[in-house]
């Protein structure tokens, strides 16, 4: 009896010890993961904005040649970048400036949807003025957006094909 209580008393210790260790790995293997993570490639805030001022560019001409379907496409891009900003540059204060772009935008995926150049080419400039207002409030008043005078890229086609 005393020899069975025992051996279960041993299993017992060992079974925990076992339990103590997998908690240990199991730790282990967070942390390392975490270190992963946090050394894992993310874009930048200016890396974003770059990415916006090229489709800022081509969504110019799509519009402006009635090409509403490449134009749609454009502003789509842009607004992926911006939902991307608010997910990933939480670390950079100037974000909570972004809601202002919100509204310009909406004005201009309404000229897009109702095919109308000239509400288009209102809401446009409606934009570039909030991209400059958002680059004043936080303090990079040194980039300065404007209407583009020429198309960005000389291999892409921005007439309605
Ligand atoms: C949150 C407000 C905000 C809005 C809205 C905004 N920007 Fe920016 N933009 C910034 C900040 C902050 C930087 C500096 C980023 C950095 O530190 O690299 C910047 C940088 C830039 C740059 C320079 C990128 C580089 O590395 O050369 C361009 C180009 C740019 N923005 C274009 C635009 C355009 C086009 C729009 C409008 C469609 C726009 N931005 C709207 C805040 C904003």
Known sequence: ???????????????????????????????????????????????????IQVHHAKLWFAGKNGNWELANFEIGEIRESIDAIQKYCTDRPEIKELPMIHNPMDSLITSITDKNTEAFKRSFSRLTVTCNNCHQVTKHAFNVIKIPDTPPFTNQVFEKP
């Open 1 to 51: 009896m005393r020899m069975n209580f025992t051996i279960l008393l041993l299993c017992g210790l060992f079974a925990c010890n076992q339990k103590q260790d997998n908690t240990l790995v199991w730790k282990q293997q967070v942390d390392s993961l975490r270190n992963r993570i946090d050394s894992a490639y993310a874009p930048g805030l200016g890396e974003f904005m770059s990415d």
